[in-house]
């Protein structure tokens, strides 16, 4: 079974540009996380979704970031418009539920850079 | 404000020797912890995981321990391999609810 799929797994733009990240879970899992790695912050979670509604999005740094998820197999990032500052490599994890238990499998990242 | 904190930025161990990775956290609300390790152009995968009944955890060569008193806890590696060499996140979650990860390790394991 295929794993998290993320495109692109590049992105080189320039500032001010909107940029969209997708995400494909892994089948039959409920939840979908968006995590954002930096050097001085290491992982940190943007958002995630459970049953495609939106449950916690307090890590989303401003209002330039959204992210939705239409289907059970289908999320995006967007951010609008992009900044320098935006430049990291953004995971998208999936897994059955929240319990300790329930391992977070991630995707291979998008390296964004913004220029 | 970082939760959990890895200090050590990166950490050089020779093969065949113990690798030690520590973290620190600083809510005591967190009862599971967690390591991935991260390979270049990967995402990370989990690794080991130990919940705060425990002080210790094993599996093959991982053990991570937990010190709850001093909010710290320890992966070790026994003995340390070339493919060892990652990044390695420790993360933490208080009642089942979202993780939280520190800002990772990267582990070179010199032949």
């Known amino acids: 079974d295929a794993g998290v799929i993320q495109s692109p797994r590049h992105e080189v733009t320039e500032m001010g540009q909107e940029v969209t990240l997708r995400c494909k879970p892994i089948s039959g899992h409920d939840y979908l996380f968006w995590y954002r790695q930096t050097m001085m912050r290491g992982l940190e979670l943007l958002i995630y979704f459970n049953n495609n509604v939106p449950i916690d999005d307090s890590g989303m740094p401003e209002d330039r970031f959204s992210a939705k998820m239409p289907n059970a197999s289908f999320s995006t990032l967007k951010i609008q418009p992009s900044e320098p500052r935006d430049s990291a490599v953004y995971f998208c994890?999936?897994?059955?539920?929240?319990?300790?238990?329930?391992?977070?499998?991630f995707g291979p990242g998008t390296r964004l850079t913004v220029l | 404000d970082q939760q959990v904190k890895q200090n050590s930025p990166s950490l050089s161990v020779q093969e065949g020797r113990i690798s030690i990775l520590n973290c620190d956290y600083t809510?005591?609300?967190?009862?599971?912890f967690l390591w991935y390790k991260k390979y270049p152009a990967e995402g990370p995968t989990f690794l080991i995981s130990i919940s705060s009944i425990k002080d210790k955890n094993e599996d093959g060569r991982f053990t991570v321990f937990l010190n709850k008193s001093a909010k710290h806890l320890s992966l070790h590696i026994v003995p340390s391999q070339p493919g060892d060499s990652a990044v390695y996140f420790c993360?933490?979650?208080?009642?089942?609810?979202?993780?939280?990860f520190g800002q990772g390790t990267r582990l070179t394991i010199n032949p």
């Open positions: 994890a999936s897994s059955f539920g929240l319990a300790v238990t329930d391992t977070q499998y």
């Open positions: 809510n005591s609300m967190f009862d599971y």
């Open positions: 993360a933490a979650s208080a009642r089942a609810q979202k993780l939280v």
